[in-house]
């Protein structure tokens, strides 16, 4: 199971970004895949997920109504568009893939429940 996160990069205040999450060695369709992001000195914070079993998505409060995630199952590959974007959202972003598909149904992400991580994909913010 491999995950490529990419996309990164410098974008002023206001701006929008894509991220893609390549995915491989996994039947993608039975998979929830979640972005996480990481700032620094914080703590690991789920950002949205999709859940391919369902066919749900879900974001933290934070990102809801900028940030759209999809999925591309030809192409075994998840989109995080970000739009509107704050400094606040500076941050290494991470994907991971959540086998059982039991950890993005609504009530939160956990770190813990992750299969696998991608590398990650840094996204700076300027005011």
Excluded: H
Aim: include cysteine.
């Amino acid at each position: 199971v491999q995950l490529q996160a990419s996309g990164g990069g410098l974008v002023q205040a206001g701006g929008s970004l894509r991220l893609s999450c390549a995915a491989s060695g996994f039947t993608f369709d039975d998979y929830a895949i979640v972005w996480f992001r990481q700032a620094p000195g914080k703590e690991r914070e789920g950002v949205s997920c999709i859940n391919n079993r369902l066919g749900r998505t879900y974001y933290a409060d934070s990102v809801k109504g900028r940030f759209t995630i999809s999925s591309d199952s030809a192409a075994n590959t998840v989109y995080l568009q970000m739009n509107s974007l704050k400094p606040e959202d500076t941050a290494v972003y991470y994907c991971a893939s959540d086998s059982s598909a039991l950890y993005c149904i609504g009530y939160g992400f956990f770190v813990g429940g992750m299969d696998n991580w991608g590398k990650g994909t840094l996204v700076t913010v300027s005011s």
